[in-house]
């Protein structure tokens, strides 16, 4: 559903009344799209002398061909290079000249470009990053070396890390036939293997002002950001229509699987328990919002279940929660996880987390718990609001996973309308054990938990698993330089 | 195109740069309560929220010998129970307040900071000045807390990277404070008891050696108010125990063998003190050698053209006490020697040659303007900043002076620099398999 050309929408925002009525003014966001189909989102915030500029492209690591894994994150290294018009280096010379600052990272759904800088060099970014949106220079020159860089990336993010190498088989596993098995930056094998046609190609047949998002926040008007756009990324001509992104689909699950590392740098075991559940892009009406508000309540902080009874009143946990990221394109996975603390075993840790999942789904959750995972929601909401980085993080993933600005308007509304049945609803409907993927780090002389027990539970080590959307960041991933102020 | 390109460049950047120096947006206003607590202000009703941070100077080198990791500990604890509101009672009140609330120790100030909606601030403050005052340290979360930093302790127990980083605070800061662990040992924290805290509570949190900074939905009035709920009852002077300064260990090498994919490489150069004159001539150096704005002789030499590694940098680390510049990577463990030999010809031209008038305006114009783009992104990015000018001492129109103060660093102060600090033996230490081609 194309938004009509060049009409903006002008969309208020935000109308929450509620409880928090006072703090939700209505913030003002700007939506249109060129004539050449790239959409615009502009979100004015005047109170600083920054605007941060990104380029979102609907292609991902899910959207690789068979057999080059890895090319997306490898095509955005590249496109730090040259192009027609500039040498490589030059873009990045320019925004780091008024002290800006610049990266790109790819996930499984899209490949995102950024830049913060102050306004007055908005346009200049707009036009470096629209010329190297069709004008890039690949050469075997430019490849092989950067190719090396890749490789050591992935031995620095991957191989370096026991969590890391077992978070890749977790989702091997879960996932057994849509793409989302393969993890974004490459299996180790294929990425020695792309070379300068298959990024040429994913190139040419992604990287289009028509397969584009532009996401402008900060201190702009937002009429001046619509002339510049039309200037910039106006002038480059459509590209041919995009095929739709239909991935091959996950068949019935039906088996309880698990997976189990032990490595000695592992000093305390973990676990994690996971499952394919729908995303805000496929699930039926509220079922999102509903396996959304189920990890907050489960297991999403120190008010959760899960952190007040295994580490707080029994004591067993030294960390445990419940992880659930909902802007995919395609089916997503939910996941619980715990290690141990004291003298505890994982297995108690592991029962422990079962038996709180087993409550919901037998007895549901309470509408005054519910509430407050509610309020804390829409709370974050509005601390968004606070950085206009964060609001273009939020558009950009939304707009490139098949949502619209209308839909994050909306979103604290439809998190309001769950009802505790809805939440214990999802919780029986998705988290069967039957049909899990169990993960277990151990320690080398550890017992593994997967031979010993019949039926599977699961797990990743710690807070942020890796999901399909985990972003692997872009070239330049230096220690931070603190000037101490 | 580049040619015809390269002067419209220079005159946009230069317009930028112009207005990127002085972030004119932000006025702080400084408030001094009737009690006497300081804070700096920058009111900003666009949001309806209030952002506070504020630090205690002290921090982690006041743990006690053999109590290392108290601090640690005292900080976990600010907002697991205070006053009349158990541990459980206590984070719901936060909740339900719209509040976000947190605490942690550094090596030289405990730091504190809470983000609330406008209009829950006075519950919000009210949950702040019981933390901030009377912290209970009841058993059970004191129990809870101490396991779960043993866990994380446990946890790093073989993780060859923890390790490495001990060694190498060990090797570098020798018996200074700075060299014992943060988050103490085993040992250490079996003795800590929770009377421990109570007195280290009674010493540490005064209004002298208090610093804050507030953003947000809140006037000068208003505050001085708030400051005083808060802050005011605390007693005016620390029990701080004195901290000598510390010099860096150098000219050691140091290899900790371990088979992993990878070798990680640090070194480590004199660094330079924040109040040096010197400083912003070491800091614009160590920007061109290995700094994270630009293309970096680092980045160029070790990435750039031979593919050596994904991450080089270089970075100047200025503390209370002692400074130190350090470089550091990961590259695969048969190019350890030859990374290592090329990151110290690198460092060895620098030395010798110091950078050329090119890199130095290239760099002045990044650092310039980077102040704001880093520091002015969000409310809580403003207060952290506002903290960090009043415990640097750098004044309230440093915003306006930094630009001037940059521009006047003369490429000789910058060669003469570079001469000073990279001449120096570094300390090296070299993680990975065992190779032939070590330091």
Do not use: C
């Not at chain 2, 207005?19 to 400084?30: L, R």
């Amino acid at each position: 559903m194309p938004l009509s050309k060049l009409m903006p929408l002008l969309l208020a925002v935000l109308a929450w009344s509620w409880s928090l009525s006072a703090a939700a003014r209505a913030q003002e966001v700007e939506n249109f799209v060129l004539d050449n189909g790239m959409e615009v989102v502009v979100i004015p915030d005047r109170r600083a002398p920054v605007v941060t500029h990104m380029v979102w492209y609907k292609a991902g690591s899910a959207d690789e061909p068979v057999g080059q894994s890895g090319i997306a994150h490898f095509l955005e290294h590249l496109l730090f290079k040259g192009t027609r018009n500039h040498a490589a280096g030059e873009f990045g010379a320019a925004v780091s000249a008024i002290g800006g600052n610049e990266n790109a990272f790819t996930t499984a759904d899209q490949t995102a470009y950024h830049q913060t800088v102050s306004p007055d060099a908005l346009e200049t970014v707009m036009r470096f990053e629209a010329d190297r949106m069709r004008n890039l220079v690949l050469t075997d020159e430019v490849i092989a070396p950067e190719r090396d860089v890749i490789l050591e990336e992935r031995r620095s993010r991957i191989e370096n890390s026991p969590d890391a190498l077992l978070a890749e088989e977790v989702q091997a596993t879960l996932f057994q036939h849509h793409p989302y098995r393969i993890p974004v930056i490459g299996w180790m094998h294929e990425m020695k293997e792309l070379d300068l046609k298959d990024a040429q190609s994913f190139y040419d047949s992604f990287y289009a002002p028509n397969n584009a998002v532009l996401v402008v926040a900060g201190d702009v008007d937002a009429q001046a950001v619509r002339a510049l756009a039309r200037r910039t990324y106006g002038a480059i001509p459509r590209g041919p229509d995009l095929p739709p992104r239909d991935r091959p689909e996950e068949p019935e699950q039906n088996t309880a699987r698990s997976v189990s590392l032990s490595d000695p740098r592992v000093g305390v075991p973990s676990f994690s328990r996971n499952w394919v559940v729908p995303s805000y892009t496929t699930a039926e009406s509220g079922e999102a919002e509903a396996l959304d508000l189920l990890s907050e309540v489960l297991g999403g902080g120190l008010q959760s279940r899960i952190h007040r009874e295994l580490v707080v009143k029994q004591g067993i946990a030294a960390s445990a929660g419940a992880y659930f990221e909902g802007t995919t394109l395609d089916d997503t996975s939910f996941s619980v996880y715990g290690a141990p603390r004291g003298k505890a075993t994982l297995e108690q840790v592991e029962k422990a987390v079962d038996a709180e999942i087993r409550k919901i789904q037998r007895d549901g959750v309470t509408s005054e718990e519910l509430e407050r995972a509610k309020t804390r929601f829409v709370r974050a909401m509005i601390f968004a609001r606070d950085s206009a980085s964060g609001l273009a993080n939020i558009y950009g993933s939304t707009l490139t996973t098949g949502g619209t600005v209308a839909d994050v308007a909306a979103w604290p509304d439809r998190i309001r309308a769950v009802t505790p049945e809805q939440v214990r609803a999802v919780a029986q409907k998705y988290l069967d054990p039957e049909r899990s993927v169990s993960a277990y780090l151990l320690p080398p002389d550890a017992e593994d938990p997967s031979e010993a027990q019949a039926a599977p539970q699961a797990a990743v080590p710690e807070p942020p698993m890796p999901t399909p959307a985990a972003p692997v960041d872009g070239p330049a991933d230096m220690p931070a330089v603190n000037e101490g102020q | 195109m580049r040619a015809i390109l390269k002067p419209i460049l220079l005159i946009v950047l230069f317009a930028a740069a112009a207005a990127a120096g002085p972030a004119g947006a932000v006025t702080i206003q400084e408030v001094v309560s009737p009690k006497g607590v300081r804070a700096w202000l920058v009111e900003d009703r666009s949001v309806p929220l209030v952002s506070m941070r504020f630090a205690f100077k002290g921090g982690s080198t006041q743990d006690p010998e053999s109590k290392e990791g108290l601090a640690t500990l005292m900080s976990s604890m600010f907002d697991e129970g205070a006053g009349a509101l158990s541990s459980e009672a206590f984070q719901m009140a936060v909740d339900e307040a719209g509040a976000e609330m947190g605490f942690s120790a550094g090596p030289d100030a405990i730091h504190g900071g809470i983000r609330t909606l406008a209009e829950t601030r006075e519950k919000s403050f009210d949950l702040l000045r019981l933390a901030v005052n009377e912290p209970r340290f009841d058993a059970e979360p004191f129990e809870r807390i101490r396991g779960q930093i043993l866990a994380g302790l446990a946890a790093q127990a073989n993780d060859p990277e923890a390790q490495a980083q001990r060694r190498w605070d060990e090797a570098l800061w020798g018996d200074h404070p700075y060299a014992r662990p943060e988050i103490g040992t085993e040992a250490s924290l079996a003795r800590i008891s929770p009377a421990d805290l109570q007195s280290f509570h009674a010493g540490q949190l005064a209004r002298s050696n208090l610093i804050v900074g507030v953003v947000g939905a809140i006037d000068a009035e208003t505050l001085k108010g708030e400051l005083d709920r808060i802050f005011g009852d605390l007693p005016e002077k620390p029990e701080l125990r004195p901290v000598g300064p510390a010099e860096p260990q150098l000219g050691q090498e140091l290899r900790v063998a371990y088979d992993l994919p990878q070798a990680t490489l640090r070194l480590a150069y004199p660094g330079v003190s924040r109040d040096d004159p010197d400083f912003f001539a070491a800091h614009l150096m160590v920007e061109i050698l290995g700094g994270d704005g630009m293309a970096s002789r680092l980045f160029t030499e070790v990435r750039e053209k031979r593919g050596l590694s994904y991450g080089v940098g270089a970075s100047l680390s200025t503390r209370e006490h002692g400074d130190v510049l350090q470089i550091g990577t990961a590259t695969s463990a048969d190019k350890a020697g030859e990374t290592l030999a090329l990151i110290k010809d690198v460092v060895r031209r620098m030395a010798e040659e110091g950078p050329t008038a090119e890199e130095l305006d290239a760099v002045k114009r990044f650092v310039t303007g980077a102040f704001a783009i880093n520091n002015l992104g969000s409310s809580s990015g403003v207060a952290a900043t506002l903290v960090d000018l009043q415990m640097q001492e750098l004044g309230r129109d440093y915003m306006e002076r930094r630009a001037a103060i940059i521009d006047a660093v003369t490429l000789e102060d910058v060669k003469r620099v570079a001469r000073e600090l990279l001449t120096a033996q570094p300390t090296v230490m070299v993680v990975g398999p065992e190779t032939k081609a070590g330091p």
